[in-house]
């Protein structure tokens, strides 16, 4: 079993930066993509960044440029570096990991608050 515990979420003002982190435990060989997605009040879950092993990493429009998506795979890490947050940014964010057989699997998700 896969268990994906995030952290470093937390309230910046606008214009800050946070690094998100993603650690991943359990069976993490075979992962073919790993990714970060946001959910806002009354919104639903978005796409932000994602990386494919050994293939192209994507972004979502409104944050590229901002943010950066890097896996160290030696601590089975998958990290999130949020530059010029903004207050649209503020959303409960996940991680999520993605495995060659289909298994996808969930973190429990981390707060971002930008105040304005």
């Known amino acids: 079993q896969v268990q994906l515990v995030e952290s470093g979420g937390g309230l910046v003002q606008a214009g800050g930066s946070l690094r998100l982190s993603c650690v991943a435990s359990?069976?993490?060989?075979?992962?073919?993509?790993a990714g970060w997605y946001r959910q806002a009040p009354g919104k639903e879950r978005e796409l932000v960044a994602r990386?494919?092993?050994?293939?192209?990493?994507n972004y979502a429009g409104s944050v590229k440029g901002r943010f950066t998506i890097s896996r160290d795979k030696a601590k089975n890490t998958v990290y999130l570096q949020m530059n010029s947050l903004q207050p649209e940014d503020a959303a409960v964010y996940y991680c999520?990991?993605?495995?060659?057989?289909?298994?996808?699997?969930w973190g429990q998700g981390t707060q971002v608050t930008v105040s304005s």
């Open positions: 999520n990991v993605m495995y060659y057989s289909g298994s996808s699997y």
């Open positions: 359990g069976s993490i060989f075979s992962i073919s993509q």
């Open positions: 990386i494919v092993t050994n293939g192209p990493t």
